[in-house]
């Protein structure tokens, strides 16, 4: 610990420039960042163009800054103070021009390109709450990519407003936060029975109600899963760190147009604010997601004269035909009452039901066909261990998992982006481990779905409103439970 005087050198340094004492203490943090950029032996150059394009208008500003950002650089380069200095070497990734991303930016981003991928104008339809803002902030940007914005008076009428632009052909979205869902969970309901498309981006943080809006926290996993009435059966796709959160709106708006079914977008308060470098993808190597509707009837009745059927499904994905309002010869009821397989007729038949409740269902389980299986971390192969995870815990579980080999140990790691419906090898990936940890920052809300699936035992470790291994301290315990599984104690 090194006490510094950063305001005395400070204003000693800028002395020449005339400036009164406050103004010169504001370039304290340039004689900080100059001292920290000669202990980890930065560039100057470019932090030196950066501060004398900042303030262009202010010759006086920028001189002072500079001279405040040197005098630290000189500091660290005489004293005696600091024995030591550093070099981070460059972080091995792969070539290409990458910038500076939030989650909730790339977000943004993702959902702009599907929309570009699809054909399709987005449209969003949004109430704000923290911590999804900033996407409904950034999305109205966007008009010149036929995006269109809608901030509602409330969640009900975000998400009924953008279920109606689905309806009529376009890439309906919502985005909110954990009391949001429970608001719309109605209208998700009747997304469901209409088959429709519909990504809900749902950025958590800590609840129940009202609950901590500027606290992340994984607690709405069950709410995603199961939080409407009937059987309601919705895809979930979780990003991982905020870059993956761009590929992860790609892959919502995938299944929700290939599948024509609301997709939950399952992100949290740490991956919306957080940040990290993105490398820019090359617009050919996105995916295809062109959509098609339907233009004619695809059914004769008992005459022989050409009809719509609306439920008449795709006999790979069991999607229905999409058909866009006011086209001729399409017309066909639309709501939420239960309808007939096949024509779309009100229908109180429990037969009928029992069969659409079971065609749904095994719509979103088809998902998992066109989904890639989970891959696991083992270098060595021959782990016992197997840590688990999802959404945001991706970061810390990894950085847990390599103090653990690098103590010598082995272990494995997997992490789930898709969570229903789970990839199709998952089961036999639990299968080859003699213990699985999961930690999550909730009570338990993935366990629960693994243990009742597939039958394991895994351990839980459990933090709210913060990831599971935050601070030294805690990380020490962390490792040492890990550890303890690891060696079978």
């Known amino acids: 610990m090194h006490s510094l005087d950063l305001t005395g050198m400070t204003v000693e340094a800028v002395k020449e420039f005339g400036l009164g ?43 002072a800054n500079v001279a405040a950002f040197r005098a630290g650089w000189n500091y660290g380069e005489t004293t005696e103070d600091f024995s030591v200095s550093y070099e981070v070497k460059p972080a091995a990734m792969a070539a290409g021009t990458y910038r500076n991303i939030s989650g909730n930016l790339a977000l943004a981003y993702g959902l702009v390109a599907a929309s570009v991928q699809s054909g399709l104008p987005l449209f969003l339809g949004a109430y704000p709450i923290t911590p999804a803002s900033d996407i409904l902030h950034e999305l109205s940007k966007h008009k010149r990519f ?41 209208t998700i ?8 498309p519909l990504v809900i981006c749902a950025i958590q943080r800590g609840g129940p109600s009202t609950g901590l809006p500027t606290k992340t926290e994984q607690a709405d996993l069950m709410q995603a899963m199961y939080g409407r009435n009937g059987e309601a059966p919705v895809p979930i796709v979780a990003p991982q760190s905020p870059a993956d959160c761009f ?31 993105w490398r820019i993808p090359d617009i050919a190597g996105l995916p295809d997601l062109s959509v098609e509707f339907a233009t004619e009837p695809n ?16 006999p790979e994905t069991l999607a229905r035909p999409w058909a866009i309002p006011g086209t001729a010869g399409l017309e066909h009821r639309i709501g939420g009452i239960e ?16 069969l659409m409740v079971r065609t749904r269902q095994a719509k979103v389980d088809g998902v998992a066909r066109s989904i890639p ?12 261990v197997l840590v688990l995870g999802w959404g945001s815990t991706y970061g810390p579980i990894g950085a847990a998992c390599r103090r653990v080999r690098k103590a010598g140990h082995s272990i494995a790691q997997g992490h ?10 998952l089961g036999e990936v639990l299968k080859r481990y003699e213990k699985v940890i999961i930690p999550e920052m909730n009570l338990g809300q993935l366990i629960t779905l693994i243990r009742a699936r597939y039958l394991v035992d895994a351990m839980g470790y459990n933090k709210n409103a913060r990831h599971a291994v935050p601070g030294r301290r805690a990380r020490r315990g962390a490792d040492r439970d890990v550890i303890a599984g690891v060696d079978g104690s």
């Not at 969640?155 to 009529?168: D, N, V």
């Not at 005459?303 to 795709?314: M, S, V």
């Not at 982006?417 to 199709?424: G, V």
């Open 373 to 384: 299986d989970l891959e696991v971390d083992d270098p060595n192969g021959d782990a016992k």
């Open 416 to 425: 789930l982006r898709h969570i229903n419906p789970f990839p199709t090898n």
């Open 247 to 277: 590929d992860a709106a790609l892959e919502a708006v995938r299944i929700a147009l290939t599948y024509r079914t609301p997709v939950f977008l399952l992100s949290d308060g740490y991956l919306a604010n957080g940040s990290e470098p």
């Open 189 to 196: 309901g009747l997304a469901v029975s209409l088959e429709l």
């Open 146 to 186: 036929g995006v269109q914005t809608f901030q509602a008076e409330d969640e009900i009428a975000g998400i009924g407003a953008a279920l109606g632009a689905s309806f009529g052909g376009a890439l309906g979205v919502t985005t909110t936060s954990g009391p949001g869902v429970a608001l719309k969970s109605e």
């Open 21 to 63: 004492r406050k103004e010169a203490a504001r370039a304290k943090n340039m004689f900080a960042l100059g001292l920290l950029s000669w202990m980890y032996n930065r560039p100057t150059e470019g932090t030196i163009d950066f501060l004398r394009s900042k303030f262009a208008k202010k010759p006086d500003i920028a001189n």
């Open 299 to 314: 059914h004769t009745d008992a005459k022989g004269n050409p009809e719509f059927w609306p439920y008449l499904r795709d």
């Open 339 to 354: 309808k007939a397989d096949g024509s779309g007729n009100i229908s109180y038949d429990p037969a009928n039901h029992d």
